[in-house]
C-alpha cells in the first residue's frame, strides 16, 4: 500500500528514478491511487517542489542514464576542432595533408592562392605565389626545390635559395615556381623539397632524391618533401 507520504514525496521530486518509475507503473493501473495523487496535488498544504520540478529533475535523471547517447556527438565535435586547428592555427604548424618525407619538421610551406596565405595543399597552381614559415627558435639556411617526375627519371629545379639564414621571427621572402629558364612554370611539380642547415645553405642534386625518399635518410642536411600529387 503507498502511503499518502509516499504520493507527496513523488510530486516533490524527491524520489529516486526506480521509485519514481514503481509509482508511475502503479499510477497506470490503479485508478484509485491516481484519485489520491491529484487530491494531494490540489491541496495547498502541499509544499516544495510543483509537478514541473519533479518532471525536471526526472528528465536531469533520465539524461544520466543515456548519457553514453551523446558520445558520438562529443566524437564528431573533437574532430572538428581538430580539423579547425589545421586550417585555423598560425602559420607554420603543420601541412600535415601533404608532408609525404624528411628528416626534420621545422620549416612549412605556404602558398597565397585564392583564399588568401595558407599552408600547402592540392589546390596550389604554379601562378600562385611561395613562402616557408620557420616553426622552432632555429635559425636556418633555406633551399626550396621543384622535383618533377620525367619518365621515372627526377628533375630537380631550384625555387629557392637563401644567402642568409631565416628565424622565426624575421621577415619571410615570396617566390615563385619557375622553370629551367626563369620563366614562370606552367606546371606544378610533382613535390617540393625544402632542404635547411643552421650552418650552410644544401645543395640538392637529382641522384641524390631517391636516397631522401628512404626511410631513416641522413644526408647531412635537414629535409621535408611535401607531395601535390593526386595519386600520393
Do not use: C
Given at each position: 500500500?503507498?502511503?499518502?507520504?509516499?504520493?507527496?514525496?513523488?510530486?516533490?521530486?524527491?524520489?529516486?528514478?526506480?521509485?519514481?518509475?514503481?509509482?508511475?507503473?502503479?499510477?497506470?493501473?490503479?485508478?484509485?491511487?491516481?484519485?489520491?495523487?491529484?487530491?494531494l496535488e490540489g491541496r495547498s498544504q502541499i509544499v516544495g517542489r510543483s509537478r514541473w520540478a519533479r518532471l525536471f529533475l526526472d528528465r536531469k535523471d533520465t539524461r544520466r542514464k543515456s548519457k553514453w547517447?551523446?558520445?558520438?556527438?562529443?566524437?564528431?565535435?573533437?574532430?572538428?576542432?581538430?580539423?579547425?586547428?589545421?586550417?585555423?592555427?598560425?602559420?607554420?604548424?603543420?601541412?600535415?595533408?601533404?608532408?609525404?618525407?624528411?628528416?626534420?619538421?621545422?620549416?612549412?610551406?605556404?602558398?597565397?592562392?585564392?583564399?588568401?596565405?595558407?599552408?600547402?595543399?592540392?589546390?596550389?597552381?604554379?601562378?600562385?605565389?611561395?613562402?616557408?614559415?620557420?616553426?622552432?627558435?632555429?635559425?636556418?639556411?633555406?633551399?626550396?626545390?621543384?622535383?618533377?617526375?620525367?619518365?621515372?627519371?627526377?628533375?630537380?629545379?631550384?625555387?629557392?635559395?637563401?644567402?642568409?639564414?631565416?628565424?622565426?621571427?624575421?621577415?619571410?621572402?615570396?617566390?615563385?615556381?619557375?622553370?629551367?629558364?626563369?620563366?614562370?612554370?606552367?606546371?606544378?611539380?610533382?613535390?617540393?623539397?625544402?632542404?635547411?642547415?643552421?650552418?650552410?645553405?644544401?645543395?640538392?642534386?637529382?641522384?641524390?632524391?631517391?636516397?631522401?625518399?628512404?626511410?631513416?635518410?641522413?644526408?647531412?642536411?635537414?629535409?621535408?618533401?611535401?607531395?601535390?600529387?593526386?595519386s600520393q
Amino acid at each position: 500500500m503507498i502511503t499518502d507520504l509516499h504520493l507527496q514525496k513523488f510530486l516533490e521530486g524527491r524520489l529516486s528514478v526506480d521509485e519514481s518509475e514503481a509509482v508511475r507503473e502503479m499510477l497506470k493501473k490503479s485508478p484509485e491511487l491516481q484519485e489520491r495523487l491529484d487530491a494531494l496535488e490540489g491541496r495547498s498544504q502541499i509544499v516544495g517542489r510543483s509537478r514541473w520540478a519533479r518532471l525536471f529533475l526526472d528528465r536531469k535523471d533520465t539524461r544520466r542514464k543515456s548519457k553514453w547517447t551523446y558520445l558520438p556527438i562529443v566524437i564528431l565535435i573533437l574532430f572538428i576542432f581538430s580539423l579547425a586547428g589545421h586550417w585555423f592555427s598560425r602559420p607554420g604548424d603543420n601541412s600535415t595533408f601533404t608532408y609525404q618525407a624528411g628528416n626534420a619538421s621545422a620549416v612549412e610551406l605556404l602558398y597565397d592562392g585564392e583564399q588568401h596565405w595558407r599552408y600547402l595543399d592540392l589546390r596550389y597552381s604554379p601562378t600562385d605565389s611561395l613562402t616557408f614559415s620557420i616553426r622552432d627558435k632555429g635559425r636556418y639556411y633555406v633551399g626550396v626545390y621543384a622535383l618533377y617526375n620525367r619518365d621515372g627519371n627526377p628533375e630537380v629545379i631550384p625555387v629557392f635559395s637563401g644567402v642568409e639564414p631565416f628565424a622565426r621571427s624575421g621577415n619571410m621572402p615570396k617566390f615563385m615556381l619557375q622553370d629551367h629558364d626563369g620563366n614562370p612554370a606552367s606546371t606544378a611539380p610533382d613535390h617540393f623539397l625544402v632542404a635547411y642547415h643552421a650552418d650552410f645553405l644544401p645543395r640538392v642534386q637529382p641522384e641524390i632524391i631517391p636516397f631522401l625518399w628512404s626511410q631513416g635518410a641522413s644526408p647531412g642536411f635537414h629535409f621535408q618533401i611535401f607531395s601535390l600529387s593526386q595519386s600520393q
